[in-house]
């Protein structure tokens, strides 16, 4: 595998554990509709809210911030995923897209910045 996805599969699962450690519940990781994906699925705390978590993880120095990597095209992708999930498992409860951004390559080093209701994937046009 090579480093840049060694790297975002460790954003991932350090992003994932942040979110268990708020008291989230992670539904899925890694859920695929065709070409698309959605990186964390989580039900908030209070079980009242499903999250599609977007996380970008980037090399500290790096010229780009790891938010920039979301434009248009990402959120309608994004969008049509998560109408895909909610489609596919009856999702009754209210939807958020949040963005998790990691800089760093460990626990130690690591800068993680959790944006809820990051977006809305309905007015992107």
């Known amino acids: 595998m090579a480093a840049h996805n060694d790297l975002g599969q460790w954003g991932e ?20 509709s065709g070409r698309r994906d959605l990186d964390i699925i989580a039900l908030t705390p ?12 980037r090399m500290p120095g790096e010229p780009t911030a790891p938010e ?3 434009n248009r095209s990402k959120v309608r992708n ?7 999930y909610v489609k596919s498992y009856g ?11 990691v800089v760093g390559s460990s626990p130690a ?15 992107v046009y």
Do not use: C, M, S
Request: proline share 1%; charged share 35%.
């Open 91 to 101: 999702v009754t409860e209210e939807l958020r897209f949040d963005i998790i951004t």
């Open 13 to 32: 699962d350090f992003a994932a554990d942040y979110l268990r450690t708020k008291g989230y519940e992670i539904r899925e990781r890694d859920w695929h």
């Open 78 to 84: 994004l969008g049509l995923a998560a109408n895909a």
């Open 68 to 70: 920039d990597a979301i």
């Open 46 to 57: 209070d079980k009242a809210t499903l999250v599609f978590v977007e996380v970008k993880t």
């Open 109 to 123: 080093d690591a800068k993680l910045v959790h944006e809820e209701d990051a977006f809305n994937p309905l007015l």
